[in-house]
């Protein structure tokens, strides 16, 4: 039967993803997921440790570390059990929680992001411990449920962790959706930076038929966003694409047409390459709204920085396991939204590969299950050539 445990060494990695599709763990909650994964680590002799963090701002957020070995190399799976929320649940065609298989694919929220390529670590981790009496290295999974959400409580949180411990790690995989198009396509080196931004205009509220006795906010803004819209940031480099400027809101919150607002506000999003930095961006942001002039509040949070594994030895390693496996050679790529590979590759080497992520956050995500199995294969053939090196 499919999903039947001979021993505890044969985890079926599609079984094990859907049964994680089952688990509700929409950020920040838990959902059962990193009870399942700690009880399928145990039996292959993982020493698990569930570790809890919270502040004031943000929930507290419960994350997993998983280890087995204790000496060097250490090579450790980084990924998230937390999904984004479903959405318009009647647009699902079935329970986003069901963790069904059919017509040759899993589907559920996190099929695709990320718990596919959980369940495809672990079944490959399985593999490579089964029969091997001893071994030189460690293998560890870093497992958080805040990577959907603030990321304040969950990686961060373990990394510190863990340097408290004086542990380290060697090289690190993060099992992203990083494929665009087939399994093999991708591995991402690096990624954007992202900027938000705030904009207030503060005005003087009035009769539109006597705009001489108010202050209208709403051209300056207007001339402040095209600043925005109408630079080009840079064209890109060998590794990165153009940075892009999105607007994402304008709102005055006037329902009167016969009325000059008191203020009027907009919101961006800055994707940057590694020829900025958030408080680069921010001058040149402030630089041009005074030029504009009048009164502005601009508030800007930096999610993370922009930043590139140049590729070499780590890289090369994955490429040809990815090569060996699949018949593929993947490029090298940073296209793409933010990840936790930002805050591990502060210590360690790090990149990201994992399932195709054309479904990832839509509407009955899924993905195929031969991926799932092809995937847990591409993770034991880089585990062997990694211990082999």
């Known amino acids: 039967m499919p999903g039947e445990v001979k021993n505890h060494y044969d985890i079926d990695p599609v079984d094990l993803a859907a049964r994680l599709v089952r688990c509700p763990s929409v950020t920040p909650d838990e959902g059962g997921a990193l009870t399942l994964l700690q009880g399928a680590l145990e039996s292959l002799g993982f020493t698990c440790q569930r570790l809890s963090f919270s502040d004031q701002e943000s929930p507290e957020v419960e994350n997993l570390y998983a280890r087995?070995?204790?000496?060097?190399p250490h090579f450790c799976f980084a990924g998230h059990t937390d999904v984004v929320p479903v959405g318009d649940l009647a647009a699902w065609s079935m329970d986003p929680f069901a963790g069904e298989v059919r017509e040759g694919r899993l589907w559920g929220r996190g099929a695709c992001d990320m718990k596919g390529a959980i369940g495809s670590f672990v079944a490959a981790a399985a593999r490579f411990l089964e029969g091997r009496e001893s071994w030189t290295g460690s293998i560890s999974l870093l497992l958080t449920g805040d990577e959907?959400?603030?990321a304040v409580n969950g990686t961060q949180k373990v990394l510190e962790w863990l340097q408290g411990r004086n542990e380290t790690i060697d090289a690190c995989l993060v099992g992203e959706p990083t494929n665009a198009e087939v399994l093999g396509d991708t591995i991402k080196i690096g990624r954007r930076g992202s900027l938000s931004g705030w904009l207030l205009v503060p005005g003087r509220q009035g009769h539109t038929a006597y705009p001489h006795l108010a202050?209208?906010?709403?051209?300056?803004?207007v001339r402040m966003l095209a600043h925005l819209t109408d630079s080009e940031l840079d064209q890109g480099n060998a590794h990165f694409q153009p940075s892009t400027i999105a607007v994402t809101s304008v709102d005055v919150g006037n329902p009167a047409n016969n009325v000059i607002p008191a203020e009027a506000r907009a919101a961006f999003n800055i994707r940057f390459n590694d020829e900025h930095t958030g408080a680069s961006l921010e001058r040149w942001l402030r630089q041009g709204f005074d030029a504009i002039g009048g009164e502005y509040e601009l508030e800007v949070r930096i999610s993370g920085e922009a930043f590139l594994m140049p590729p070499g030895?780590?890289?090369?390693?994955?490429?040809?396991?990815?090569a060996d496996s699949l018949g593929r050679r993947p490029k090298l790529g940073t296209a793409g939204g933010t990840s936790d590979a930002r805050f591990i590759r502060h210590q360690a080497p790090v990149a990201e590969f994992g399932l195709v992520g054309q479904t990832m956050h839509q509407v009955d995500e899924n993905t195929p299950v031969a991926d799932i199995e092809a995937l847990a294969q591409v993770y034991q053939a880089i585990l062997e050539?990694?211990?082999?090196?």
């Open 68 to 72: 087995i070995g204790s000496g060097a």
């Open 148 to 150: 959907e959400g603030p």
């Open 385 to 389: 050539a990694y211990f082999a090196a």
């Open 215 to 221: 202050d209208n906010p709403i051209p300056r803004l």
């Open 313 to 322: 030895e780590f890289s090369e390693l994955l490429a040809g396991a990815i």
